[in-house]
């Protein structure tokens, strides 16, 4: 199943199901976690409602240097164990909104990442078992204040700025996302980084292992995975696309004021 969360013409937030019937994408309004109002199975084009980010997480995990060829771009030893960091809510933004980024910064980098959405609140999780707390897979793209991250310790400047992190459109369930799924993202169209789920260094289930030592996931909070090699800095205007297979196309637009 893919699940969306939207508004529609009247300002209702609502969830459902994405689907395709006779090759048009459709967005079914639908009872369900992700929407509070729901009226019967009313069809929408996605392109006539709001979509909304898939979940409303109380934390972003993300997790740094989780492919070799991004490690060696960025000159680093591939870690022993999981590089973690926090985005906050305030980073949280939807497909198709317009990001407005940091004015004044020389570098602001695209980073295409698979992100896991947690299903129910979970603590101390095996990697035998992690899956199981696991709702489903989303895009997700981690845009970083190079100038920033590279001069302070925690990446607070760096990292969790508003609108850091876009997450979309939809989640699909872990049955629709191989596990060799491909991992895209385009600037204007242009291909920046390819790359797939079967090369990251620690798997989602040691992710979730490792994560849960030490503290505890709570329903819609996410997991960003990681990106691979071809980082690079957006500019005022351009359109950003992440990609993954089994999920779909995340698109936004930048603003740098």
């Given amino acids: ?8 013409s009247a300002g209702n937030v609502r969830g459902g199901r994405w689907t395709v019937e006779n090759g048009e994408e459709l967005v079914t309004a639908a009872a369900g ?11 929408f084009a996605p392109d006539d409602v709001e979509i909304l980010s898939p979940c409303e997480p109380t934390k972003i995990v993300c997790v740094g240097l989780n492919y070799a060829d991004h490690a060696a771009e960025q000159d680093a030893d591939v ?6 960091f926090l985005k906050p809510p305030n980073t949280v933004t939807s497909h198709n909104k317009e990001l407005t980024l940091p004015a004044n910064k020389a570098r602001i980098d695209y980073e295409a990442e698979l992100a896991v959405v947690i299903g129910e609140r979970c603590k101390g999780v095996s990697a035998d078992e992690a899956m199981d707390r696991v709702s489903g897979f989303t895009c997700l793209n981690d845009l970083s204040n190079r100038d920033d991250q590279e001069v302070e310790r925690n990446w607070v400047r760096g990292k969790a700025f508003d609108d850091a992190a ?3 459109p939809l989640v699909s369930t872990p049955e629709h996302v191989p596990e060799d799924a491909t991992i895209e993202c385009r600037v204007n169209g242009e291909v920046k ?18 994560i849960t030592t030490y503290m505890t996931l709570e329903p819609g909070d996410v997991i960003s995975t990681g990106t691979p090699a071809g980082v690079g800095p957006l500019a005022d205007g351009d359109e950003v696309e992440v990609e993954i297979e089994g999920v779909g196309t995340l698109r936004n637009t930048v603003h740098i004021p």
């Fill in 33 to 43: 976690p992700y929407g509070r109002i729901s009226f019967g199975d009313e069809k």
């Fill in 193 to 210: 980084q390819q790359s797939s789920r079967d090369q990251f260094i620690f798997s989602v289930p040691e992710l979730i292992e490792e």
């Fill in 1 to 8: 199943m893919k699940r969306v969360r939207f508004r529609d």
């Fill in 166 to 168: 876009p997450i979309g």
């Fill in 79 to 84: 870690p022993d164990r999981p590089m973690l």
